[in-house]
């Protein structure tokens, strides 16, 4: 008798061991079964060993498979080390990953339907000059008949073509040229004129032929960084590519791939936004065609489970342009990693788990098949610029625009002496209405940057004071006046907007503050002859909605783009000459400690988007700090002051890049349940890792869909064996989680967290 141990997509440790009939087909290694569990419960698992070993348990109490859903295996066993990796790296369990990795096609239990497309053809018989004129006659008198059939006739080129080079055509393509119903059809395929047949279609754009002839040569500066990049890697197989913002690295990244691609070898391009595969796209495709296949989470299931057996297959897509989840694709041949805005925080997943960061999973992917990797950004993470200035990276500065355009202006704004002057109007500071007003007298465009969504980040009574909460988790509610909603936007709770005050039934409620909603509102009233977009989580919430105001943008059919910070990642617009970030201070005044790191980020990748072409554009920031050293650095653009600055300040307070953290989240529905389970837990954390526990404490957020939380956090050195505390960390959980007053409080870790 042979077992399978089966792995479930489900937060349990280890595998399960289930029993294969030998009426079933054979099972390797990372196939899909069909299992039942519990009483009623029935998964789609995976393979992880095929063994004789019987388990020591009574024969009852061994069950069997149900089912083996595939042929070949869908999960190859580099993928299944990776996986391995993770749930030991970010201490999670191995189902969680297997749960993220797979597209749900894949998971489901009757596994995943290929799309089939009806098409017709002419039954041999009829293949003739002769059998057309028989077939005519078989019609009688029917005139939509005739019609039809000579609508094949057409469409499928009988009249001037060998019988083998006959065109396909599907039954919908047929009715649709004929103007006649299915039954007109359905009454020739039952004189056995033309025959129906089905035939498996892909769900994926074919993109053309590949042309090469198309690689851009580069300027001077970007040849020395080609070259700089293939020196470095000699020495180091991760770089980093340090460019200002339309320095050219996308030109580089092409001529890269395509000598990799030429090699014989895959390429991995990952992009922190799903909006920036967009343009990228169609850059890669002119020269790379149907050899680039794209994967993110706007696609359907259906067309990622394609992508994912198209990988398996004989031909797979040399190059993958994915967000964050590309990391877990099945590849035969990698040869290169390139992670391009490698500082986007959004390659960090959250939640669920596995919480992992898309960029170190693709460092140690990379490693396994010997594959090179390249970290391009304006602006660097702490964390990287400390491993290229420690020489552990491999660094080529491409510190010049390309074809000589000059950084923008930055003109810093102190809207608190303009408020107190009573000179703003709204959010808007005189400066900053001359400047849009001057830039669509001479036709160019606009970008106004706001990283708060909705109309309104809260709304107030103005008698009482009352401020609308969520029910469900510690945040105010956020308005969105098109909705006429009050709207949570940690858990999605959604209720109507009070007519009158709860607390004290008056009816002055007001709103406070400024969100990209009520900006494009009054922007419209400013400049009504401006065409006007808006581009944030409420606006693209639709498949092809961030296509479409992306293209509507760099196609010059809008003058004024609104957005939060969706249009400050690696999007690339000739027309912008003037960039407003219309509140620097919402991002400086964050309780984090990458607060000043994020925001120097946030504020130079927006300010990038200006004067990327032919002249120099203009970025007016709006602060009510201006003094602040981290304002003077974005204003010069001086990266070696900034991270000279921030790393002296995250040695002195034992933060990354100097130590790792880990934060330890305790969660359950009672406040003074998880308050007990956190107080005990921290102590029992600090007896064995001493001042490196912080903690417990509630976090900025403490209450999140009904739940309370603690968090605990850990700063460990360097020097201090990783792997000998996450193993301690996992024993203090599972000992926590087996005594009955805990049992119900969920213990959860963020390793590295953002």
């Not at 039942?36 to 998964?43: M, T, W």
């Not at 149907?290 to 259906?302: E, K, M, Q, V």
Request: proline share 6%; with cysteine.
């Amino acid at each position: 008798m042979n077992y399978v141990d089966v792995l479930l997509p489900l937060p349990l440790e280890g595998t399960y061991t289930y029993s294969l009939p030998d009426t079933l087909p054979a099972c390797r290694m990372g196939m899909r079964v069909l299992v039942p569990l519990g009483k009623s419960k029935v998964y789609s698992g995976l393979v992880m060993r095929v063994h004789q070993q019987r388990p020591s348990l009574p024969d009852d109490k061994i069950r069997a498979v149900l089912s083996v859903l595939d042929a070949a295996p869908v999960v190859l066993p580099e993928q299944l080390k990776l996986w391995h990796w993770i749930a030991d790296y970010y201490m999670c369990m191995p189902g969680e990953v297997f749960a993220a990795a797979l597209p749900s096609g894949l998971k489901a239990d009757k596994g995943f339907k290929p799309k089939m497309e009806s098409y017709v053809t002419l039954a041999p018989a009829y293949r003739s000059q002769q059998g057309i004129h028989m077939a005519f006659d078989m019609m009688g008198k029917s005139a939509r008949q005739q019609n039809l059939f000579a609508c094949y006739l057409q469409l499928s080129h009988w009249d001037d073509e060998e019988e083998d080079e006959k065109k396909e055509i599907t039954r919908e393509e047929l009715l649709n040229v004929s103007h006649e119903l299915s039954s007109i059809l359905t009454q020739i395929e039952k004189k056995g004129i033309l025959k129906k047949y089905d035939r498996e279609v892909g769900r994926l754009n074919d993109n053309g032929d590949p042309h090469p002839e198309r690689v851009r040569q580069l300027s001077t500066a970007q040849a020395e960084a080609y070259h700089g990049i293939c020196q470095a890697w000699r020495q180091h197989p991760t770089v980093l590519l340090h460019g200002v913002t339309s320095s050219g690295k996308t030109e580089i990244y092409i001529k890269l791939i395509q000598e990799v691609i030429d090699s014989g070898k895959q390429v991995m391009y990952l992009l922190p936004e799903i909006a920036l595969t967009v343009q990228i796209m169609e850059r890669l495709q002119r020269v790379f065609g149907r050899r680039i296949g794209i994967y993110h989470s706007r696609y359907s299931d259906a067309e990622r489970v394609e992508i994912w057996q198209k990988q398996l297959s004989d031909q797979p897509y040399d190059i993958i342009l994915g967000a964050r989840s590309a990391v877990f694709l099945p590849w035969q041949r990698l040869g290169l990693v390139i992670v391009d805005e490698e500082h986007e925080t959004s390659y960090k997943q959250e939640d669920p788990a596995p919480r992992y960061h898309a960029r170190s999973v693709a460092l140690v992917l990379a490693r396994m098949y010997g594959a090179k990797t390249l970290l391009g950004t304006a602006t660097p993470s702490a964390e990287t610029e400390y491993n290229a200035e420690t020489g552990k990276y491999g660094v080529v500065r491409l510190m010049r625009r390309f074809k000589g355009v000059e950084l923008p202006e930055v003109e810093v704004v102190d809207v608190k002496d303009l408020r107190r002057r009573k000179m703003m109007q709204g959010p808007f500071s005189p400066q900053l209405l001359k400047a849009v007003r001057e830039a669509l007298e001479q036709h160019r465009q606009v970008i106004l940057f706001q990283n708060r969504r909705g109309y309104a980040p809260s709304m107030m009574c103005r008698v009482c004071g009352w401020v609308p909460h969520c029910p469900n988790c510690d945040v105010s509610l956020t308005f969105h006046k098109r909705l006429n909603l009050l709207t949570c936007h940690v858990c999605g709770h959604t209720e109507p907007l009070p007519l009158t005050c709860p607390s004290c039934d008056s009816p002055m409620i007001s709103d406070r503050g400024f969100g990209t909603e009520k900006i494009e509102d009054e922007i419209r009233l400013l400049f009504p002859e401006a065409r006007v977009a808006r581009m944030d989580q409420d606006t693209t919430r639709t498949r092809h909605a961030q296509e479409r105001i992306i293209d509507d943008f760099t196609h010059g059919r809008t003058d004024i783009l609104i957005g939060t910070q969706m249009i400050s990642k690696g999007l690339d617009f000739d027309r912008v000459s003037i960039v407003a970030i219309l509140d620097a201070d919402a991002m400086l005044n964050f309780p984090d400690f990458r607060a000043y790191e994020e925001a120097f980020m946030m504020m130079a990748q927006v300010a990038g988007r200006a004067g990327r072409r032919g002249e120099r554009g203009k970025v007016v920031l709006q602060t009510r700090q201006p003094s602040l050293p981290v304002i003077a650095d974005v204003v010069g653009m001086n990266y070696t002051s900034f991270y000279k600055n921030l790393f002296e300040e995250r040695e002195a307070f034992h933060y990354p890049p100097f130590t790792r953290l880990c934060y330890v989240y305790l969660r359950h529905k009672n406040e003074d349940k998880v308050e007990t389970a956190a107080q005990d837990l921290g102590g029992r954390l600090r007896r064995h890792l001493g001042d490196r526990v912080l903690g417990p404490d509630k976090p900025s957020v403490a209450r999140i869909k009904q739940l309370f939380l603690r968090k605990i956090v850990l700063k460990l050195e360097p020097s201090l064996s990783l792997s000998s505390v996450r193993s301690f960390l996992h024993a203090t959980r599972q000992m926590m989680m087996g005594e009955k007053a805990y049992k119900t409080v969920q213990i959860f870790f963020d390793v590295d967290p953002l």
